[in-house]
């Protein structure tokens, strides 16, 4: 494990991208490698979804079940950003929350990044979802039907960022990411505008975005 700061300030990280793509995985990986806390959507919206009250207020419309989600996941970000704690946010991501997300992380010193998670053979990416339990109690368990629909429809987000493609290693991956974290932080003058990703397997799996 690096700092939690990888020689600088807190981080806070976005990890988004498809269902089943390997986010939560990442997320996990990166989490011990900067010493960071990990909030997820889905594990956040599942406490809200054992309380049947509260979730047939929260459930519908689907907009207001994700703002909701990204508020709490806001909240828990603040927190480890105020005591100087890095943190990743494990989710599917919408432009919208990003900006706010990396206010957020520019009201409390923090460096901010985007990792985009995608899967550029659609056999592996199936491969990922079939038979597979994440077990997150209250929560929906994945379905191919599901994950291919949300596949179709993604939104990705804008630059900068990272994408990662599932058909590498974890290990590969992760390697990726952490130099992009610390070529950012290396290079503070690059811009947003500006800045590009270090992922070698964007193009390959954005063309089926």
Known sequence: MV????????WLVVVTGWTGAGKSTLADALASELGATVASFDWVMSALRSHEDVWSV?????ERQRRIGWDLLARVAEQQLRSGRSCILDLVAREQPRQEWAALAGRYGASFAVVECVCGDVDVHR???????????????L???RVERG???YEPL???KVVIDAVESLEHNLAVVMHHLTTER???QESPATATSTSPTRSRAGDEL
Request: charged content about 35%; glycine content about 10%.
């Open 3 to 10: 700092s939690s700061t990888v020689h600088g300030a807190p």
């Open 58 to 62: 929260v459930e519908d419309p689907v």
């Open 127 to 141: 491969s990922r979802v079939d038979g597979r339990r994440r077990g997150i109690p209250g929560w929906y368990e």
């Open 143 to 145: 379905t191919w039907e």
């Open 151 to 153: 596949r179709r429809r």
């Open 158 to 160: 804008s630059e900068p």
């Open 186 to 188: 290396a290079d503070p």
